[in-house]
Nanobody, 126 residues
Framework: VQLQASGGGLVQTGGSLRLSCAAS????????MGWFRQAPAKEREIVAA????????NYADSMKGRFTISRVNAKNTVYLEMNSLKPEDTAVYYC????????????????????WGQGTLVTVSS
């Protein structure tokens, strides 16, 4: 599966952005999807994950209540709605996909994902 992330940009503290990740090449609804981020000089970390049907989600603690992951399988797209953005949210955001056997699977480790998009940069100014 090929993944194309978009929607990044420059936003002020407290602002919002919506990232999109369009998938192509395989049956999108067979894949659990995740959003990860990597800030300069830091390791890649999980932001959120969603099961293949969209019925289960999983968030990193620091994103709970501010970020929302969702998907529209008919559009082969997963979204990340980001609100109340902070300067520490500045990073390159990546979407990832992994074939999921279980309908409720929401992998949270980057090593669990086989397919990755190219990343989109989010910069939050103070």
């Amino acid at each position: 599966v090929q993944l194309q992330a978009s929607g990044g940009g420059l936003v002020q503290t407290g602002g919002s952005l919506r990232l999109s990740c369009a998938a192509s090449g395989r049956t999108f609804s067979n894949y659990a999807m995740g959003w990860f981020r990597q800030a300069p000089a830091k390791e890649r970390e999980i932001v959120a994950a969603i099961s293949r049907s969209g019925g289960s989600t999983n968030y990193a603690d620091s994103m709970k209540g501010r970020f929302t992951i969702s998907r529209v399988n008919a559009k082969n797209t997963v979204y990340l709605e980001m609100n109340s953005l902070k300067p520490e949210d500045t990073a390159v955001y990546y979407c990832a996909a992994e074939p999921a056997t279980w309908n409720t699977a929401t992998p949270s480790d980057s090593h669990d994902y086989r397919y990755w998009g190219q990343g989109t940069l989010v910069t939050v100014s103070s």
